[in-house]
C-alpha cells in the first residue's frame, strides 16, 4: 500500500466515484481542468483503482449501490489515512456533522453543484491532507 504523495494542484491524483455515469462524467470533466482524474461507478471498483495507484483525494457520491460513499470513505481512511476524503451528495447523510468532526469526510459538496465548485472543494481538502489543520472543507453541511 502506498502513500499518496501530496502534490501540487496540477499534478494531484484525484479518484471521482459515483453511479450515475452522466454526473461521473460531469465531474471529471470539471476536475481533468485541475488535476488527474480517475474514475469509478462503484465502492469495489474504486478500491481497487486505490489498491494500484495512490490518490492524492477520493470524491465520492453518498448514495451508490451495494456500498455508500460512507462506507468507501471509512476503507479509505483504513487502508490511505493520507489520502483526502470528499463527499457529494444531493441528500446528505443526517449524521454528516458528525463525520466532518470526525475527520470521516473531510470535504462535503451539496448537488447539484456549480462550476468551479467541485474543483475549489478538492483544492480545500488538498489544503487538509497536506496542512493538517487547515480546516474541513465542507460546503451545504449545515443546510439539510
Known sequence: MSLPQVPGRASAAVLVVDDDPLVLRTMARQLSRQFQVETAADAASALERCRRRSFAVVVTDYRMPDHDGLWLLEQ???????????????????????????GLVQGFVRKPFELGELGAGVGRVLGEAGGRGAGLAARGAGTR
Open 76 to 102: 479509505v481512511r483504513r487502508d490511505w489515512p493520507d489520502a483526502g476524503r470528499m463527499l457529494v451528495s444531493g441528500s446528505p447523510p443526517a449524521d454528516l456533522d458528525v463525520h466532518l468532526s470526525s
